[in-house]
T-cell receptor, first 110, second 116 residues
Framework: GQQLNQSPQSMFIQEGEDVSMNCTSSSIFNTWLWYKQDPGEGPVLLIALYKAGELTSNGRLTAQFGITRKDSFLNISASIPSDVGIYFCAGLSGYNKLIFGAGTRLAVHP | SQTIHQWPATLVQPVGSPLSLECTVEGTSNPNLYWYRQAAGRGLQLLFYSVGIGQISSEVPQNLSASRPQDRQFILSSKKLLLSDSGFYLC???????????????FGPGTRLLVL
C-alpha cells in the first residue's frame, strides 16, 4: 500500500534554531497536510497544501508541496520551547483517505 | 464554527469486556467521519471511515466495529476487547468540499484506552 517516509524520526535542538523535516513517497498525492500533536491530545492542523510547488507559511512555519507531488517539507524558524511535540505529514489518497507519516518528535532545549 | 467531541477521555477496561467510544461533531452537516488508532509512540492508523449515515468502510480487519446512527455521531465498538486494543483513539471529520480545503481532516481530543 501507499506509504510516507517521514524524516527525521526525532530531533533535539536548542531554542532559537531552525528545524527542517520532510516526507517522501513513491506515490503521488494531491494534498499534503502537516499536523502537530501535543502529548495526550489530538493532532492539530498546521498547514495544508493543495497545489504542486505551493509554498505556504503560517507564522514561523513554512511548508512546500513538492513539484513531483511525491514529497513535502516543513520548516520551523527560530524554535521556541512550545514547538515541542510530534509533527506528522499526511497525504490525501484518493477521495477520502489520509496516509500519515510515522511522525517527527521534536525536543527543544531552552 | 465546527467542534468535535470524544467521550470518554480515558477508559480502563478488562480483557474480554465490551467497548463503546463516541464521537460527535457540531457546526456542520453530512461530514465525512473517521476513526484512527495511535499506538504509544507511533503514527496514526485509519480504522474506519463513513461518508454518511449507516455507511461504514473498514480499513483494517479486527475485532472492532463502527456505526453511524446519526449524521454527526460516530461510534466505535467492540464485543470483546483484546490487550492489543489498547491505544489512543482519535475521531476526525473532514471539511466539506464546497467549503474548500479538499481532504483536510480535523481531529478530536482523543480517547485513551487501556485494556488490562
Amino acid at each position: 500500500g501507499q506509504q510516507l517516509n517521514q524524516s527525521p524520526q526525532s530531533m533535539f535542538i536548542q531554542e532559537g534554531e531552525d528545524v527542517s523535516m520532510n516526507c517522501t513517497s513513491s506515490s503521488i498525492f494531491n494534498t499534503w497536510l502537516w499536523y502537530k500533536q501535543d502529548p495526550g491530545e489530538g493532532p492539530v492542523l498546521l498547514i495544508a497544501l493543495y497545489k504542486a510547488g505551493e509554498l505556504t507559511s503560517n507564522g514561523r512555519l513554512t511548508a512546500q508541496f513538492g513539484i513531483t507531488r511525491k514529497d513535502s517539507f516543513l520548516n520551523i524558524s527560530a524554535s521556541i520551547p512550545s514547538d515541542v511535540g510530534i509533527y506528522f505529514c499526511a497525504g490525501l489518497s484518493g477521495y477520502n483517505k489520509l496516509i500519515f507519516g510515522a511522525g517527527t518528535r521534536l525536543a527543544v532545549h531552552p | 464554527s465546527q467542534t468535535i467531541h470524544q467521550w470518554p477521555a480515558t477508559l480502563v477496561q478488562p480483557v474480554g469486556s465490551p467497548l463503546s467510544l463516541e464521537c460527535t461533531v457540531e457546526g456542520t452537516s453530512n461530514p465525512n467521519l473517521y476513526w484512527y488508532r495511535q499506538a504509544a509512540g507511533r503514527g496514526l492508523q485509519l480504522l474506519f471511515y463513513s461518508v454518511g449515515i449507516g455507511q461504514i468502510s473498514s480499513e483494517v480487519p479486527q475485532n472492532l466495529s463502527a456505526s453511524r446512527p446519526q449524521d454527526r455521531q460516530f461510534i466505535l465498538s467492540s464485543k470483546k476487547l483484546l490487550l492489543s486494543d489498547s491505544g489512543f483513539y482519535l475521531c476526525a471529520w473532514r471539511l466539506l468540499d464546497r467549503d474548500g480545503g479538499l481532504g483536510t481532516q480535523y481531529f478530536g481530543p482523543g480517547t485513551r484506552l487501556l485494556v488490562l
